[in-house]
């Protein structure tokens, strides 16, 4: 299944479920009305950060959007054509209540994160290159093999500021 097509209709489905106007989805989320109907209609991949402030405002994990159903294979998630690719590693597991993705942050690309639901908490450990990372207003700098634990309800950002590809894995647990 095409991942453009297979978000579009995941987001027209959780909403149609809740009773949710666009109006009320575009309140809750904090994403315009007119660019939900944009993705609703297949018309418009979000970014990565639009995606999360989604998945936030309907309180479901950002692998919801981005992780076919079982038996399909997953596939990488790049709005910003090659800026960010996010694909999933082990997609939504209600029982461990987390999701894991391997991202690729191309050179000089920033990615700024919105809160995420309160109580997330957010493992990142760099695989190659160099990342770096701003937590409570702290941008730290983590090269392969070293991670950070923290809280995910926070604005948190990524920055690659190399000439190379920056490689990582984001463990995200959600609360119960």
């Not at 989805?25 to 660019?35: P, R």
Request: glycine share 6%; with cysteine; proline share 7%.
């Amino acid at each position: 299944m095409e991942l453009a097509f297979y978000l579009a209709t995941t987001l027209k489905t959780l909403r149609q479920a809740r009773g949710w106007s666009l109006s009320k989805l575009a309140e809750q989320t904090g994403v315009s009305k007119a660019m939900l109907g944009q993705i609703e209609r297949n018309e418009s991949s979000p970014t990565v950060a639009t995606l999360w402030k989604i998945a936030t405002g309907l309180n479901v994990p950002f692998s919801t959007f981005i992780a076919p159903p079982q038996g399909e294979k997953p596939d990488a998630y790049d709005p910003d054509q090659q800026n960010m690719v996010i694909t999933p590693i082990f997609p939504w597991d209600e029982a461990l209540r987390f999701d894991c993705f391997s991202i690729s942050l191309a050179p000089g690309a920033v990615s700024e994160s919105t809160p995420h639901e309160k109580g997330v908490i957010e493992h990142v450990v760099t695989i190659a290159g160099i990342l770096d990372i701003c937590v409570d207003g702290q941008w730290q700098t983590l090269t392969a093999g070293m991670g950070i634990r923290f809280n995910g309800d926070k604005p948190h950002a990524y920055r690659n500021s190399t000439a190379s590809t920056v490689h990582f894995h984001s463990l995200i647990h959600y609360p119960k």
